[in-house]
């Protein structure tokens, strides 16, 4: 008990000080759980031979992943993305086969070794990216969304490449490998379809399909309403955990891939209502998993491998890299992938994957890789997992600023008419002024100085040009002598009140429109010059909280009526509060006064809702619902 104790407090240390130093130097948790692997492992020998135990046990943290990726996959969403995922993932792991395959047979490998080693090194790494994407935000990107889609094709991959191991079997190495033999055997006594004929086996997967489908949609919800009842939630958590561990084995006793499973039995969950809870009871399992799973890889590299065979090791490792990278780049260009979105695509799926560990050892059970050749090729499916933190680095400090600087040397475009109307940003809030101004007549201008932005809405026919709004020739040339409005709906805060004050003192005869992220943007942009400042917000907010009373019972009347004297009480009070701000130093803070001004008109907004302000005409009664 004691030594597991230890062995546990060794990994969390290790988690405990290198992931917040590498997050600290920018460097990513992912990486700095391979680090701290790496120094627990092989450097300073604090761990040892339960490591291989460890990892895969941690690889559970990957089934978990996928299912919560697929909560977040209603099936509509997985149907309309068949043609990306089938053609960039399709085609991504046909060319990466098919090119390392025959670079391996130019080492005088035989054909089937050298497919299985296509195979294996076709996978990238569905931990490692898309944790890194979930870190740095780049999920929602078009590079991120094309490698989720080429992840999730791999995924699926697994079964049928676990289904061709076998065929490429080496006669050469059945004795070579009897312990090994042994140890597949024991396994098949927990398959159901291990001894089975090749249709009975088909069938028994088949039915664990519709079974997993079927019964996550009809069975699924009495269950989590049955368990929710008891009011415990750690007995939901229970529950969510089973249903995930249970799915996982399920899956592995029929031969198929638990993470597939997981994944199929996510999506047929996203469109339940308790979606939420599941994902916030598997989430903290899933990142401690990860990060286990990240530290054992670390821990599992095996120094004495490394250098005796270390320029063959970075040779095949870099060659992995840069091959995968190539095939991905070419690809980018079929689909139309383009910028910097292609080299996030290329460069975050050009390592070996965690599933390269599953495959190698199961190729050596199945004798078609030997065990020296499978013990060379995993050490560099890890150091290129090692290595991809590094590639996401390379993206972020010198691809992306390359991309920033061309986007701002480009020369504006050149405007071609002049509208009553100037308009900076065509973004969601632009859009809808421009199309409605437009749509009523009024000739506009529209300007915005992300690129992407500008071509999006040509795409549509939105007429939109391509400059930086805060640039007076480029203003000059849009018209702003002669403009009677310029709008501001830009999503740079600062930019914002720099273009409100340079157009206000420039072109004073310019009515002012401006956008407002919050209350303290509210009062700069009035300080700059502002005519008209609109909080993004305010609006929908007072919509929706207008649908929350209705919902309660209140009278649809009244509800607008109570929106009217909000809007009113909060207009009757903005330059009281603005001009304490301003007394108070601005963009420093908000100071006590400004406090207290905030609080009295809350006390006042109270009175008037219910009723207790004497004397008010506005005075409401609840008995009005």
């Not at 391979?34 to 460890?54: D, F, N, R, S, Y």
């Not at 209350?519 to 907010?541: F, N, P, Q, W």
Request: charged share 15%; aromatic share 8%.
């Amino acid at each position: 008990m004691t030594a597991y104790l230890i062995q546990a407090f060794i990994y969390l240390c290790a988690a405990v000080v290198m992931v917040p130093l590498a997050k600290r130097l920018g460097l990513g948790s992912v990486l700095g759980y391979l680090m701290a692997g790496v120094i627990i492992g092989p450097i300073t020998g604090l761990v040892g031979q339960e490591t291989t135990t460890i990892q895969h046990f941690a690889e559970f943290g990957v089934v978990m992943m996928l299912f919560l990726v697929g909560l977040e996959l209603e099936p509509s969403v997985l149907w309309k993305m068949r043609m990306r995922l089938l053609g960039l993932g399709g085609l991504q792991l046909l060319m990466t086969t098919v090119a390392i395959a025959g670079i391996a047979m130019l080492f005088e490998l035989g054909w089937t070794v050298a497919l299985a080693i296509g195979l294996i090194f076709s996978l990238s790494s569905t931990a490692i990216v898309l944790q890194t994407f979930n870190e740095k935000g780049l999920s929602k990107t078009e590079g991120g969304r094309s490698a989720f889609s080429v992840l999730l094709f791999q995924d699926i991959a697994v079964i049928p490449i676990l289904a061709l191991m076998p065929l490429l079997a080496l006669p050469e190495l059945q004795t070579s490998t009897t312990a090994l033999i042994g140890a597949a055997e024991h396994h098949d006594e927990l398959s159901l379809v291990a001894h089975l004929p090749s249709w009975a086996a088909a069938l028994v997967v088949l039915t664990a399909v519709v079974a997993l489908v079927v019964g996550g949609h009809y069975l699924s919800r009495p269950l989590f309403r049955y368990v929710a009842n008891t009011g415990l939630p750690e007995v939901f958590t229970a529950t969510a955990l089973m249903l995930v561990i249970g799915i996982a084995a399920l899956m592995s006793l029929v031969g198929l891939s638990p993470a597939l499973g997981t994944f199929l039995a996510g999506v047929v969950l996203a469109n339940s209502e308790f979606r939420h809870e599941l994902e916030a009871d598997i989430e903290p399992f899933k990142g401690l998993l990860l990060g286990l799973f990240f530290i054992t890889v670390g821990a599992g590299i095996e120094f004495s491998v490394f250098g005796e065979n270390l320029e063959l090791i970075l040779g095949l490792t870099f060659t992995l890299i840069v091959l995968k990278a190539v095939v991905l780049w070419v690809i980018t260009t079929i689909f139309e992938v383009r910028s910097s979105d292609r080299w996030l695509f290329a460069l975050s799926l050009a390592q070996a994957g965690e599933f390269g560990f599953v495959l190698l050892t199961y190729a050596v059970s199945q004798h078609v890789l030997p065990v020296s050749l499978a013990q060379l090729l995993s050490m560099v499916v890890a150091l290129s997992m090692f290595l991809t933190p590094v590639l996401f680095i390379f993206f972020e400090k010198v691809i992306q600023p390359r991309y920033r600087q061309q986007t701002a040397a480009r020369e504006p475009d050149e405007i071609e008419h002049q509208g009553t109307v100037i308009i900076a940003g065509i973004g969601r809030f632009g859009q809808i002024i421009n199309r409605l101004l437009v749509a009523n007549g009024v000739s506009t201008v529209v300007l915005d100085h992300e690129i992407s932005q500008v071509e999006r809405m040509r795409s549509v026919n939105i007429k939109s040009y391509y400059g930086d709004a805060s640039r007076p020739d480029l203003l000059h040339t849009a018209g702003i002598e002669t403009a009677r409005m310029f709008v501001v709906a830009i999503d740079d805060k600062h930019r914002a009140v720099d273009i409100v004050k340079h157009v206000k003192q420039s072109h004073p005869h310019v009515h002012i429109l401006v956008r407002a992220f919050d209350r303290g943007h509210h009062y700069e942009l009035t300080s700059a010059g502002a005519d008209v400042v609109i909080s993004e917000t305010y609006d929908s907010a007072l919509h929706m909280g207008g649908e929350a009373l209705c919902t309660l019972g209140f009278d649809k009347i009244k509800v607008e009526k109570l929106k009217a004297h909000f809007t009113e009480v909060e207009k009757n009070h903005f330059d009281g509060l603005y001009n304490s701000w301003k007394c108070e130093g601005g963009d420093v803070g908000y100071g006590e006064h400004y406090r207290q001004l905030f609080m009295q008109m809350e006390k006042k907004l109270l009175d008037l809702m219910q009723g207790k302000l004497e004397g008010s005409s506005h005075s409401y009664d609840k008995d009005d619902k």
